[in-house]
């Protein structure tokens, strides 16, 4: 059984940081990329950022600049380190494993960014 735990959510004032974490436990052999959503009620929930098993990256444009995604593969664990924050990117946080063919989700960090 595999599980994703996310840590790292809260509340912050405009402008300031956050560090999400996301640790992935159980029977994963082989992850092949780990990604990051959002999701605001009433809206689809919207990629913010994957990164490959070979490190490579991308990002919403809406982000691109402000938040980076990184991976400790020999602790199955992504970050996604945001600065300057905005109130437009407060939403609950998810993260995402894929390892084909199969795919799992975290449980959600809420995010609050107070203007």
């Known amino acids: 059984q595999v599980q994703l735990v996310e840590s790292g959510g809260g509340l912050v004032q405009a402008g300031g940081s956050l560090r999400l974490s996301c640790a992935a436990s159980g029977s994963i052999f082989s992850i092949n990329a780990m990604c990051w959503y959002r999701q605001t009620p009433g809206k689809q929930r919207e990629l913010v950022a994957v990164?490959?098993?070979?490190?490579?990256?991308n990002y919403a444009d809406s982000v691109k600049g402000r938040f980076t995604i990184s991976r400790d593969n020999a602790k199955n664990t992504v970050y996604l380190q945001m600065n300057s924050l905005k109130p437009g990117d407060t939403a609950v946080y998810y993260c995402k494993v894929v390892a084909a063919p199969d795919v799992y989700w975290g449980q959600g960090t809420q995010v609050t960014v107070s203007s």
């Open positions: 990164i490959t098993s070979g490190g490579s990256t």
